[in-house]
C-alpha cells in the first residue's frame, strides 16, 4: 500500500532523519533519529515513538542511556552531564522519580529517594571521604539532617540536583 515497511531511511523536510525498521509505515523496532541541533536518538522504536531501551545524546553532550516510554524517559536510566554529574535510578515522564543516587565528579554523592524530578524522602549525603550523613528533604530542599550532626559545616547546597536542568526530550519524531 505505499506504507514503509523493513529497513530504510527517511529524511524529512526539517532535515531530520531516521535509519532504521519500519512497520506500517511508522518507525518501529531498532534504529537512530537525528536532529539538526546534533542531537540523535539511537536505540528501539515502537508505533513512530522513543520506546523500549535507547540513548539520547543532546548536541550540548548530555547524555540519557536507559528505558523510554511513548518518548519519555520512564523507568530505570542514567542521566550524565558535560561536567561530570551523573545520575542514575528510576525516572517517570522525563524526570527522576524514585529511589537514584546524584554523583558528583568529586566523589560525592546524595542517594535516596526523588518525587517529580526533586530529591524527596529520606536521603543519604556521601562526601568525597565516605563519611555518610541522613536527611530529609522535601519537595527539593533539606529539611534537616537525622542523629548527630557531624561538627558545624553548612549543608550542602543541593539545588543543582532537583531536576530542573534534566533536559527536555526534543519533540517532533
Not at 42 to 51: I, L, P, T, V, Y
Request: net charge neutral; charged share 25%; hydrophobic share 25%.
Amino acid at each position: 500500500e505505499g506504507r514503509k515497511h523493513g529497513a530504510g531511511l527517511e529524511i524529512l523536510s526539517n532535515k531530520t532523519g531516521y535509519r532504521g525498521e519500519f512497520a506500517y509505515g511508522q518507525k518501529h523496532g531498532r534504529g537512530c533519529f537525528r536532529w539538526p541541533s546534533g542531537a540523535n536518538y539511537n536505540g528501539e522504536f515502537w508505533k513512530d515513538a522513543m520506546h523500549g531501551q535507547g540513548t539520547f545524546i543532546w548536541g550540548e553532550g548530555m547524555c540519557y542511556r536507559g528505558q523510554w516510554v511513548q518518548s519519555r524517559m520512564h523507568g530505570k536510566g542514567r542521566f550524565d552531564w558535560p561536567n561530570g554529574r551523573y545520575y542514575e535510578g528510576s525516572y517517570e515522564c522525563d524526570q527522576k522519580h524514585g529511589e537514584g543516587t546524584f554523583n558528583y565528579p568529586d566523589g560525592s554523592k546524595l542517594v535516596g529517594i526523588w518525587e517529580r524530578g526533586k530529591q524527596h524522602g529520606l536521603g543519604t549525603q556521601v562526601n568525597p571521604e565516605g563519611v555518610a550523613r541522613q536527611g530529609r528533604w522535601r519537595h527539593g530542599e533539606l529539611e534537616h539532617w537525622l542523629g548527630s550532626e557531624l561538627g558545624d559545616d553548612p549543608p550542602r547546597d543541593l539545588s543543582s540536583t532537583s531536576g530542573t536542568e534534566d533536559a527536555k526530550v526534543i519533540k517532533g519524531l
